[in-house]
């Protein structure tokens, strides 16, 4: 027997899936599942849908990869999407959400160097938080789980209690260049930040010249039931990070900052060789238009509350096992009195992919093009899927 060829970072697989057509999976035994996965909270028009397919194929006939020293036409206009819609004067593309992350620690220390203030460079992050895995991420985030192991932390990264406002002043002081937090948490649990407390971050960083810093690969791209999640707050951050859903499917991200935060980002100072990619560009731009359609996040929200009925109704039908429902829109939690896997596993063995997250959450973050028959169909899952687990208890 040969060792498995792929480095062993992910668990096992429970079935190999060749297909995919809107929330619908199937494996190589022709078995169907539901996804409410969607490649976590990425596939958001879901698998292989046509006006994504046309785009791509479309632009793979015509051209595929340039250097970033050659801008092109693609890369602007949905630079120019995006900044139509968001608080962003200027857009960085990148291949991921960890990239884009970088690009916004990068873009924060860098504003505080072009004003005269080396020394500023501490970003407090908070617990639970997820934004990647490469160093600038692990350590922003500071899970220990992903951290230890990888060598000394690195400086100028500070860790807070998520929602907790005096433990931040606490911790500001001079050398404070940014915060970075997520306005829905995703891995951590599906754990809201309240609009008061987003609001009186937007009030700290103003006063201080702290950049806030949005990570919204998750929450972001309509997720929320908003084009991003912040605006259910009715404040902006400086720069954000986003990724997962603007591409659909396709492995983009990327970081928006308004022109001021953005100063030092100038000639050299950053780069990607395949960030803004043309096939990147053209999934990206046809992901834009249908996101940013009104209907569209009408959509969203009609399912969104067929989701938390439901996810209501099983916390009625299942006491013993579910102690809260939490998150917002489609990006939804519940959170469970032992361990989620158990019941994912049920799940999937029923025919429904979902995911887990921090704090025994069980994570729903389907396709946002789901119809009420898909929502009808997770819920009876996993209504099934909790009695069963209850037997074994
Ligand atoms: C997935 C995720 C990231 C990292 O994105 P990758 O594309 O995996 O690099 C960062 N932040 C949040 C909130 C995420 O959910």
Redesign the pocket.
Known sequence: MTINPLMPVYPPAPANFVEGKGARLRDDKGNEYLDFVAG??TNCLGHCNPILVDALTKQANKLWHVSNSYQTELQKELAAKWTSVTFADVVFFTN????A?EACLKLTRKYHFEKGKPEKIDIIGFDGA????SYG?INAAANPNYIHGFGPALPGFKQCEFGNLDALKAMINENTAGIIL?PIQ??GGCRAASDEYLTELRKICDEKDILLIF?E???GAARSGKLFAHEWAGITPDVM?I??GIGGGF?M?ACLATENAALGMVKGVHGSTFGGNPLAMAVGSAVFEEITKPEFLDHVNQMANAVTQGLESLKDAHPELVEEVRGKGLLRGIKLKIDPQIVRSKAFENGLLVAVAGGNVLRLVPPLIITQQDVSEAIAILDKSMSAVKETL
Not at 96 to 99: I, K, M, N, P, R
Not at 130 to 133: A, L, N, Q, S, Y
């Open positions: 976590i909270a991921s959400g960890t990239e992350i997820f934004h990647g895995r991420a997520e995703g891995e990570d690969v998750q929450s990070a990724a997962k492995p991200g």
